[in-house]
């Protein structure tokens, strides 16, 4: 019994040993651990002790989420309204306990962020709170993520100008908040007034990103985009008769998905001479008209370029280009090629390397969603979307030879003559290429359930990956080496190369 209670005293004594080792480390190694949680998680070390309760307050780092708060619907057998409001409840309340112990001298906030939803009177309280911080504190980057309770599918016409008022009333009674922000991120929005998305883009001068996703006004407009600081700009599945892009110093990355135009992309550049990340992506249907990308893309020097057909017909036309055409794709040093409808002829692809010479990195994804896709034939037939999603091209030159290119990265391989064939139509081309990888069908959380549209053929063992290898090094010396990975196995680098926005 003696020997017994001896051990309790000693793995208590160990214990609070351990606990004395991490209490008598520095504030600043402290803090930079908790910076590493997220805000629920670093709050609750408060409890421990009173030193420990003072340190949240010194996080540089402030991400308070609406989303991460949301607790399961099932579990907690309340209503979407109780379940919103409560989100918001505790945004407000973690927002303004953290901003009101912060020390304004020696505790800067690198950087804030708050996500909460458009709902009530929780925008304000945030708002406020925030713009109040943003008088006293130092606080170099704030972004407001604003959600809506209805996701974009749900939402109708009515739900988008519901949206939009509670939002331009935020805004109005928010504006020393707005002033400050760096980050925007909006969606789901209607606004009655044609020039208000001309108003946020004066009053939030310090914006270095702004997103906007099912956004549009009441009649449709020519939208001016001119911003000193604006780095970052996101137009996803938005309604605007044009977007020109007039005025953009700072502007290196672009990503402008899902447009209703039926002749080219309603978006024009003018001043972007720093433009290098582009994203392209859309729905085509019969009756779009293909895109001469050497046309639109004019006098841009594009460095990393994605272009995304969401499973439907190629919207890109290949081009033969010579002279000053020939320039527009000479700074590209990566290609994203993403929801290539399956069954078709690649070979149009090989364009993107005749006409970048510099290109470095080519990543492709060929398959059919049926979450993203139009399944019912009616509609296909009444929306006029395309029986013929392929394109033909033929090389000018037959025998042209890449230098550059030294990764090519297929997702969604399949060991089918068309995918075989065009692995060896570029291992032939690019004679310095390094490393092919074949990755297996990516796993789709919303295609769940849902039998794919073909049966997947991708090489399991052994000896059908040396089959296959061998059928696609057939007639080329290529030294490359073929990787055949799961999709499990793709690397945190190519998921965020491959990443589509939903």
Request: one cysteine or more.
């Amino acid at each position: 019994m003696a020997k017994s209670s001896r051990r309790r005293r000693a793995a208590k004594l160990q214990k609070g040993s351990r606990d004395d080792r991490i209490s008598s480390l520095p504030n600043d190694i402290l803090v930079n651990i908790l910076d590493r949680l997220d805000v629920r998680d670093a709050v609750r070390t408060s409890v421990l002790s009173r030193r420990w309760s003072q340190l949240p307050a010194m996080l540089p780092q402030l991400r308070i989420n609406a989303q991460d708060i949301l607790p399961s619907k099932i579990k907690t057998g309340m209503s979407d309204d109780e379940l919103v409001r409560m989100s918001n409840a505790v945004v407000i309340k973690a927002t303004k306990s953290i901003l009101a112990r912060r020390d304004p001298v020696e505790c800067t906030i690198r950087f804030f962020s708050a996500t909460f939803y458009l709902s009530d009177d929780a925008p304000l309280s945030v708002g406020h709170a925030v713009g109040s911080a943003m008088v006293t504190h130092k606080i170099e980057k704030a972004e407001f993520r604003v959600l809506t309770q209805k996701k974009r599918l749900e939402c109708t016409i009515g739900d988008m100008l519901t949206y939009g008022k509670r939002f331009v009333l935020f805004f109005n009674k928010c504006l020393n908040a707005f002033a400050g922000l760096t980050r925007l991120c909006l969606q789901n929005l209607r606004f009655a007034e044609s020039d208000f998305v001309s108003n946020i883009l004066v009053t939030c001068k310090q914006l270095n990103y702004l997103g906007f996703l099912n956004c549009d006004t009441k009649s449709w407009i020519t939208l001016q985009v001119e911003h000193a600081q604006l780095s970052e700009l996101s137009i996803v599945n938005c309604r605007f008769d044009m977007v020109e892009l007039t005025w953009l110093p700072k502007l290196t990355c672009l990503a402008f998905e899902i447009w209703i135009a039926f002749n080219e992309p309603p978006l024009s550049f003018g001043y972007v001479p720093l433009l290098e990340v582009l994203s392209l992506s859309n729905v085509a249907y019969n009756r779009h008209k293909m895109v001469k990308l050497s046309t639109f893309l004019g006098e841009t020097s594009v460095r990393d370029l994605k272009l995304g057909f969401k499973c439907e017909k190629i919207w890109v036309q290949p081009e033969c280009l010579a002279g000053r055409q020939a320039h527009v794709f000479h700074q590209l040093r990566i290609l994203r090629l993403f929801g290539i409808p399956e069954g078709y002829d690649l070979t149009w692809t090989m364009f993107y390397l005749e006409a970048a010479p510099s290109l470095e990195e080519l990543y492709m994804t060929v398959v059919d969603h049926p979450c993203e896709m139009e399944m019912d034939e009616k509609v296909r037939r009444r929306e006029s979307y395309s029986e013929n999603k392929g394109v033909q091209w033929e090389s000018p030159t037959p025998n042209f030879k890449h230098h550059r290119l030294t990764k090519l990265a297929f997702f969604c391989f399949q060991s089918e003559e068309y995918m075989v064939s065009h692995v060896r139509r570029v291992m032939k081309a690019a004679v310095n290429l390094g490393d092919v990888y074949l990755y297996d069908r990516v796993t789709c959380i919303y295609c769940e359930g849902v039998e794919p549209l073909k049966p997947i053929v991708f090489p399991k063992t052994d000896e059908q990956m040396s089959s296959v290898e061998k059928q696609i090094r057939e007639g080329t010396e290529s030294p490359a080496i073929i990787h055949f990975l799961s999709a499990a196995e793709i690397s945190d680098d190519y998921l965020a190369r491959i990443c589509e926005d939903g």
